[in-house]
């Protein structure tokens, strides 16, 4: 079955950028082009928040309140790779970081949806 794999996470002061990358991690046989994507983020005590999703063919994107106008996802399926492009982060941005895929092709985050999960990585804003 699709295993995800994410990378790119660290620690950032706030107001920094950082890049996620969320890959299949037995390319070729797996490819992301046939799935959409959806990053989410759980932070100790907290529930997990849907921050972003990516249709397969990257043409349709959402993303929570919370994160409008400063992450960005984006997809080149030519690499199989997905990004969440996280700019002007925030303290309250630090989360383990996910990407998942559901069966189907469609743009939710609600993590019901969805059906094959990463491993998380870890996203660190503090002065």
């Known amino acids: 079955h699709l295993q995800l794999v994410e990378s790119g996470g660290g620690a950032v002061q706030p107001g920094g950028s950082l890049r996620l990358s969320c890959a299949a991690s037995?390319?070729?046989?797996?490819?992301?082009?046939?799935?959409?994507i959806g990053w989410f983020r759980q932070a100790p005590g907290k529930e997990r928040e849907g921050v972003a999703c990516i249709s397969s063919n990257g043409v349709s994107t959402r993303y929570a309140d919370s994160v409008k106008g400063r992450f960005t996802t984006s997809r080149d399926n030519t690499n199989n790779t997905v990004y969440l492009q996280m700019n002007s982060l925030k303290p309250e941005d630090s989360a383990v970081y996910y990407c998942a895929a559901p069966f189907g092709d469609y743009v939710s985050l609600h993590d019901n949806d969805y059906d094959y999960w990463g491993q998380g990585t870890q996203v660190t804003v503090s002065s």
């Open positions: 037995r390319a070729p046989l797996f490819t992301l082009a046939y799935y959409s």
